[in-house]
């Protein structure tokens, strides 16, 4: 219900109280946030929590997200002729694409902010999924586009789609642990008088994590995770600062990214919007 209300708070203050259109900013912040929040999902998951589930959560980010996409297309293929907006397959299939992976900050939120009692690893292992399943719909996306877009847009290629979507895997994973390890390295060999510069140091690296890994086209959210799960045993002894610090930021920037991208989406825009639908 919290996050249900940020939404339509943002909504009513995107009417006529705030002038807010800029989604090069909203899409800065909501970087930021997820980086924050999966970060701090990572550095509160025990490594012994992770390990037994590595192969379920894969499958769930990559053959899950699919399953997601075609039954959620064949859905809103179904319905849509009974409120006239009658469309192909594949057009469905690419709405369905952009919604098939689930929402990272909400799930870090709600699994760590209510005592769920779930069992034989299943708050890990839906952590793991929720930040690996991004680059799955992004190949998704990025196909259908190109079949929607017609023989000018050139041959559409599955096998470099599928290599797409294995060096986002392969290369996020790597980064993040050869990321996180140099932030242990570092840690243990500094001394920093005023402990409150730990926060700071490790804020450093979860952003170079994030803007690292995508420079050299790997996943950066999955590497901030999986940064944040391997600095888990070096800030054990700053854990009263820098846990209860990250996860108060946690939970105000859940809030924040469901906020401002709704500034910029008012219920007139949405009864107006003009849908076309290619032939």
């Known amino acids: ?3 249900l209300l940020f939404l339509g708070v943002g909504m009513l203050f ?3 109280f705030i002038s807010y259109r800029s989604t090069d900013i909203t899409q800065f912040i909501g970087m930021i946030s997820l980086c924050v929040i999966l970060f701090t999902g990572g550095m509160d998951t025990k490594v012994s929590e992770i390990r037994p589930i590595v192969g379920p959560g894969v499958v769930l980010a990559t053959v899950g997200v699919l399953l997601t996409a075609l039954i959620l297309a064949g859905f809103v293929w179904l319905i849509a002729p009974w409120i006239g907006l ?3 397959f594949a057009l469905a299939l690419l709405l369905a694409s952009t919604m098939s992976s689930t929402d990272s900050a909400s799930v870090f ?4 902010s209510k005592k769920q009692g779930l069992r034989q690893h299943l708050r890990p292992l839906l952590e793991l999924e929720s930040g690996s399943n991004d680059p799955m719909a992004y190949m998704l996306t990025v196909l259908l586009v190109g079949v929607l877009s017609g023989p000018a847009s050139g041959h559409v290629d599955l096998g470099v789609g599928m290599l797409y979507l294995v060096v986002q895997l392969v290369v996020g994973a790597l980064s993040g642990y050869l990321i996180g390890r140099l932030a242990v390295w570092t840690i243990n060999r500094i001394n920093l008088v005023n402990h409150s510069l730990y926060v700071v140091l490790l804020l450093a690296f979860v952003f170079f994590s994030f ?3 995508d420079l050299i086209r790997g996943n950066g959210y999955l590497a901030v995770y999986l940064a944040g799960l391997d600095m888990r045993p070096a800030i054990c002894r700053f854990q009263n600062l820098t ?3 990250f996860r108060h930021l946690s939970h105000q920037l859940s ?3 469901r906020y401002c991208p709704h500034i910029q989406i008012t219920a007139f825009h949405i009864s ?3 849908i076309g639908i290619p032939p």
Do not use: H, K, Q, V
């Open 243 to 245: 846990g209860g610090m």
């Open 272 to 274: 107006n919007a003009d």
């Open 211 to 213: 803007a690292f890994t």
């Open 255 to 257: 809030a924040g990214i």
């Open 1 to 3: 219900p919290a996050l």
């Open 14 to 16: 995107g009417l006529d």
């Open 109 to 112: 939120s709600i699994l760590r």
């Open 86 to 88: 009658e469309m192909p």
